[in-house]
């Protein structure tokens, strides 16, 4: 299975991005998909994730009302709509595949089966 993230880059304060995640290799449905994210010179960490059925969303706590994700099955892409972006979101971003499962908890609580390289994504203030 392969996870190809795009749509990093360059916003400045209060501007929006949009982060794809497209997957390959293997039925897309059986798969919630993770967004995460390291900052620099920090660890990674959980940032939002979706269920393999779309139904279950689960956010960390400073992207609430901010970032949203949802999910394509008909182009096996799930997007992270990033708006009033700050400079603390300021990361490489990761996209993470896990089998089956069933509630977007379960990506907060790490064991991702899979992982796509990372794309930068730099807020300026």
């Known amino acids: 299975v392969q996870l190809q993230a795009s749509g990093g880059g360059l916003a400045q304060t209060g501007e929006s991005l949009r982060l794809s995640c497209v997957v390959s290799g293997d039925t897309f449905n059986y798969y919630g998909i993770g967004w995460f994210r390291q900052p620099p010179g920090k660890e990674r960490e959980f940032v939002a994730a979706i269920s393999w059925s779309g139904g279950s969303i689960y956010y960390k706590n400073a992207v609430k009302g901010r970032f949203t994700i949802s999910r394509d099955n008909a182009r096996n892409t799930v997007t992270l709509q990033m708006n009033s972006l700050k400079p603390e979101d300021s990361a490489v971003y990761y996209c993470?595949?896990?089998?089956?499962?069933?509630?977007?908890?379960?990506?907060?609580?790490?064991?991702?089966?899979?992982w796509g390289k990372g794309t930068l994504v730099t807020v300026s203030s």
């Open positions: 993470a595949g896990k089998k089956n499962m069933q509630t977007a908890h379960e990506a907060y609580y790490g064991g991702m089966d899979y």
